[in-house]
């Protein structure tokens, strides 16, 4: 299986280095509960989302859909394009993403080195989620043309299979001890799958999906939002990844309180993404009234390098009208404070 418990000495291609991504215990409560962030910007292009591009491109070739010297056609926000663009790169195809001015400007200048030909589904300037209007272009760019597929990723179940490897991950880890995994619900990929594969593992924990508000997977009302790579924005479907059986509890965090958190998070040591700010913030606020020795993972897909310009920018901040010191100053006081009982 993809993503082994041990990476090798030495590989020969960067998707060998996929997978066995570290924990990090960020905070604990007096009780003895602890908060573990599951790393997964240590993966190549530093993102979960390359897991499941080299699956949806493995389970192509098996198929027959894609052959030598092909093409993929992905709609994406950033990190999965990232992703496919190394898979491509690694294995001969020309790949095109459809994109939005929505996705941070690192994760679009990344894919174009990686060798992506990028298509902008809106190119006025604007900086709006177009998720439907993305899916909609990559899908009639790809049919009826020659060894082309569009791997559509809200709807492809390799997606999900991706993440299966992260499942065991965290019970070897773990020892198999883990009461609450939380994350962000996008594609439903990374934490239906990781919750689907860890339940033939673990059958005994609670699963909690967390969207930005303004997301309408788990109901209205629906507005626009910050957050990048997660959510279902107003016009796009759920996707079919997105299993409400394995969702115990969904929940939402607004883009002021989810990059609140990472500002403060940073100030720690670590830069997070901007969807993992609202995972995390959560899991903070959650902590301190766990059941004692509760072990609760947060799945943090990306890093905060790819957010310097937006989330960590003072003035991008601002003019959206998402600067909020005294949030960021009452995250920083109950992370320093639970962080004392390391």
Same mark, same amino acid.
């Not at 001969?92 to 174009?112: E, I, S």
């Not at 994350?183 to 339940?199: D, F, I, K, N, S």
């Given at each position: ?217 788990? /109901? $209205?009302?629906? +507005? ?8 279902? !924005?107003? *016009?796009?479907?759920?996707? @079919? %990844? =997105? ?33 993992? /700010? $609202?995972?995390? +913030? ?8 766990? !059941?004692? *020795?509760?072990?609760?993972? @947060? %799945? =943090? ?42």
């Amino acid at each position: 299986m993809p993503g082994a418990l041990q990476r090798p000495a030495v590989v020969s291609r960067i998707s060998d280095l996929i997978g066995c991504t570290p924990l990090l215990e960020l905070a604990a409560s007096e009780t003895g509960s602890r908060l573990l962030l599951k790393l997964e910007m240590f993966n190549p292009t530093g993102t979960a989302k390359i897991r499941m591009a080299r699956q949806m491109i493995l389970d192509a070739e098996e198929r027959g859909e894609l052959r030598p010297g092909g093409r993929i056609i992905e709609s994406t926000s950033g990190n999965t394009g990232l992703g496919l663009a190394v898979i491509a790169a690694e294995r001969g195809y020309t790949f095109t993403a459809v994109v939005d001015n929505h996705a941070c400007a690192d994760k679009l200048r990344g894919m174009k080195a990686l060798g992506t030909e990028l298509v902008h589904v809106i190119d006025d300037g604007t900086d709006e989620l177009a998720t439907a209007a993305r899916e909609e272009l990559a899908e009639d760019m790809a049919r009826g043309q020659h060894n082309t597929i569009f791997t559509e990723q809200h709807n492809n179940p390799s997606n999900g299979v991706g993440y299966f490897p992260v499942a065991h991950e965290l019970h070897a880890a773990l020892d198999g001890r883990l009461d609450v995994l939380i994350g962000a619900v996008g594609t439903g990929g990374a934490l239906c799958g990781t919750t689907r594969e860890l339940r033939t593992l673990i059958p005994s924990f609670t699963t909690i999906g967390v969207e930005p508000k303004g997301s309408i997977a788990f /109901g $209205g009302p629906a +507005h626009d939002y910050y957050q990048s790579g997660t959510g279902t !924005p107003e *016009g796009a479907e759920i996707g @079919a %990844l =997105v299993d409400f059986d394995l969702i115990d509890e969904g929940v939402k965090v607004g883009d002021i309180e989810a990059f609140a958190t990472c500002r403060a998070v940073a100030r720690t040591g670590l830069l997070i993404g901007g969807s993992a /700010g $609202g995972v995390v +913030h959560e899991a903070l606020t959650r902590l301190p009234s766990l !059941p004692p *020795g509760t072990t609760m993972v @947060a %799945l =943090v897909n990306d890093g905060g390098e790819k957010y310097l310009d937006t989330v960590f920018n003072d003035e991008w901040m601002q003019a959206r009208g998402l600067l909020d010191p005294p949030a960021e100053r009452e995250i920083e006081e109950l992370l320093t404070k639970l962080r004392r009982n390391r």
